[in-house]
């Protein structure tokens, strides 16, 4: 019976897990370890792209990439890890329960919005989290038209000026055109606890996004935070009413449940503490790549952010990792010493820093271009040649 290799999400840590896992087998030439993909869907869902229109187009089919490298993939939600048995149980969208065994597992579960326990927040409120719920945004952005002219209709409420919110509010002025007119008396506020405008991001970026915002008409509600939200709009904590139809959610993240039921230590966020080989500390069987994972990228200090640019390269890492276990050979220590943010800020351009003190390299359209190079190129999945895939998944490929 061959060994199993078991992976555990489609997202960019579980795409790259697999496909790296893949590429040391075929190195050594070893045809007697399986490597398998559990996820709802054969797609990796471009979710850095979710603030943007035509959301419903944001993903790559992985059907025939995993065919042409010899990936399983099996269809379902995982929902129980049992590191005793080794087995982790999942069900069908019908509800058919299904388990599948492993002797390495690689856990890319991705990390989810959570909302927290206030007022209207389920009810009225949108996100940019999963593509489904995005769709659901954009759908509803477009029957905005279909509402007589009003301060609620015309006014759209971001709660949380971190990255995504950033990236969601610029966007929105354009795609509220597109939809209610040119001269739409429009309005799009950030309310956020930060004491100013992008604290979160250092003081390299404010200047541009105070600029971009200027430019594009963005408001900011600072030190402050959502109380409750209804049909018709947002109260916010110091008792202030903003009318709006459409609120978004932006702030929340946290590692997928799935963290809480292998034996570890997590962060605030849930992720799972691992070593330098991104082994889970305390599991023999278990790694762990993408939103999922704890890991330090250098000896200076610095931690994996819930980004894309992390989960890719902690997957090659991961995936080579595992693999190497089962074959006995050497791993390859994880690390990713560089740094970059690329911050999309709508019609007005972008922002390109580098390092974790986010030095100011490009700004306006030259780094507008740089961002889309890294959201319609960079970071979709290879093609599905089997030579050029594996290649792809060597961990030593610097990916910023």
Not at 1 to 23: N, P
Not at 59 to 87: C, E, M, R, W, Y
Not at 131 to 144: D, F, G, M, P, V
């Amino acid at each position: 019976m061959k060994q199993h290799i078991l992976v555990v999400g489609a997202g960019f840590g579980g795409v790259w897990s697999a496909l790296s896992a893949a590429r040391l087998l075929d190195r050594h030439e070893r045809n007697d370890i399986q490597i398998s993909v559990l996820a709802p869907q054969a797609e990796l869902r471009i979710r850095p792209r979710f603030y943007e229109p035509d959301v419903h187009t944001m993903k790559a089919s992985l059907d025939a990439l995993f065919d042409v490298v010899g990936i399983q993939f099996v269809q379902g939600f995982a929902d129980s890890i049992d590191t005793t048995s080794k087995q982790v149980g999942y069900h069908d969208a019908s509800g058919a329960r299904g388990t599948l065994s492993y002797d390495r597992l690689v856990l890319a579960a991705g990390s989810q919005l959570m909302r927290p326990a206030l007022n209207g927040i389920s009810e009225h409120t949108f996100d940019v989290d999963e593509i489904e719920q995005a769709t659901r945004l954009e759908t509803h952005i477009k029957s905005l038209k279909n509402l007589p002219d009003s301060p609620a209709r015309n006014t759209v409420v971001v709660a949380g000026g971190g990255f995504t919110g950033i990236e969601t509010a610029t966007e929105m002025p354009a795609r509220l055109r597109a939809v209610l007119g040119e001269n739409a008396n429009i309005r799009v506020i950030v309310v956020d606890r930060g004491p100013q405008i992008g604290a979160s991001l250092g003081e390299g970026i404010r200047p541009s996004l105070i600029e971009a915002s200027d430019h594009l008409g963005i408001e900011w509600i600072l030190n402050a935070s959502v109380d409750s939200v209804d049909a018709g709009g947002v109260t916010l904590s110091d008792g202030q009413r903003i009318e709006s139809n459409t609120v978004i959610w932006t702030v929340g993240f946290q590692a997928s449940p799935l963290t809480q039921q292998v034996l570890g230590t997590r962060d605030r966020q849930g992720r799972l503490h691992v070593d330098g080989n991104l082994r889970v500390l305390g599991q023999n069987d278990i790694f762990a790549a993408g939103d999922v994972a704890y890991a330090a990228t250098d000896t200076l200090g610095n931690f994996a952010a819930m980004s894309c640019q992390h989960a890719i390269a902690l997957g090659r890492y991961a995936g080579n990792n595992v693999a190497a276990d089962l074959l006995g050979v050497a791993p390859t220590a994880y690390s990713q010493p560089k740094y970059v943010t690329c911050l999309d800020l709508g019609a007005w351009g972008a922002v390109y820093t580098e390092g974790w003190d986010r030095q100011l390299k490009l700004v306006g359209q030259e780094a507008k271009e740089l961002k889309s190079q890294i959201n319609s190129v960079w970071i979709y999945p290879p093609a599905a040649d089997r030579a050029t895939a594996l290649a792809a998944a060597d961990p030593s490929i610097p990916v910023a």
